[in-house]
Structures are given as C-alpha cells and as structure tokens.
C-alpha cells in the first residue's frame, strides 16, 4: 500500500497540479483529479510516467 505521505507529494507529471493525485480503490492506479489520467502502481511502486498513464474515457 502507498503511504499517505508519499501520496501528499505526488504530482501528476502531464499538468503538475495539486492537490495529489488519489489512490482508486483496488490500489492499481493513481489518479489525477485535473486531467483524469490513471497512473498504474505495480508492485506498489507508481509508475509516474506520461508514456504509462491512461487517459480519462470520453463520454
């Protein structure tokens, strides 16, 4: 599980913005709440790279 200290300092790196990005439910992704991009943990390490980053699904 991340900590929520690293969590506080998490910026997503596509648009920088603060607040943090939010841990989803399953602990998978991180999230940016600006540019809805889904950043993946694996082995519970984030992987904050724009290259990895999902981007939000239009509707």
Known sequence: MISK???DILACPAC??????LLS??????V???C??????RDEIPVMLVDEAELPVET
Do not use: I, S
Request: charged share 35%.
């Open 16 to 21: 920088d913005e603060r607040p943090p990005v």
């Open 5 to 7: 200290e690293l969590l």
């Open 25 to 30: 439910e399953d602990g998978a992704w991180l």
């Open 36 to 41: 809805g991009r889904r950043y993946p943990v």
């Open 32 to 34: 940016c709440q600006t």
